[in-house]
């Protein structure tokens, strides 16, 4: 088995770096469980937005003190592992638990974005209906037709061709 010390970044090997870690050690499967429960939270709060800003902040507080967490995980590795995988610039914990948590991060953000985008259509939508039934109502016959365009032309994708 290599030694995780003797891998620098710049002549990284993704594979070589996954023969390094003993996959059955107790605190990598912890690690890889609190990904997995992070990833499924993630999944199952995506329509409660304001407990995904608390997790998206909590999760990136955690990468921001992972730099503290990789020197004293270091100093007591021996307290929790077989082998010394922290090494001073910090390659394993930041392949193993910061790009995880800002891949989760980055699913809140997309999720965010496309929530924002659907919640822009059916406003802008209901904004072109109730400017067609006021119109209706007054008995405005010209303005009927420039609102039922735009009705179509966002009720479908065409309107994403950049007219």
């Known amino acids: 088995m290599l030694d995780f010390q003797q891998i620098q970044f710049s002549d990284l090997n993704i ?22 429960s992070i990833t499924v939270t993630t999944f199952m ?12 902040l909590f999760l990136l507080l955690l990468v921001y003190c992972s730099e503290n967490i990789n020197k004293v995980a270091s100093e007591n590795w021996k307290l929790f592992s077989k082998q010394q995988y922290f090494d ?11 790009i995880p948590i800002l891949l989760n991060c980055m699913l809140m953000v997309a999720n965010w974005l496309y929530m924002s985008r659907e919640l822009m259509m059916q406003l802008k939508i209901a904004q072109l209906k109730s400017q067609y039934y006021n119109s209706q109502r007054n008995g405005t016959l010209s303005g009927q037709k420039n609102i039922c365009k735009d009705l179509s032309k966002h009720s479908s994708p065409s309107h994403l061709k950049g007219d």
């Open 88 to 98: 001073t610039n910090g390659l394993f914990i930041s392949l193993t638990f910061c």
């Open 45 to 56: 709060t995506r329509y409660h937005n304001n407990f995904q800003v608390i997790l998206f």
């Open 15 to 36: 594979s070589a770096l996954l023969q390094t870690i003993d996959w059955y050690d107790p605190w990598i499967i912890i690690l890889i469980l609190f990904h997995l």
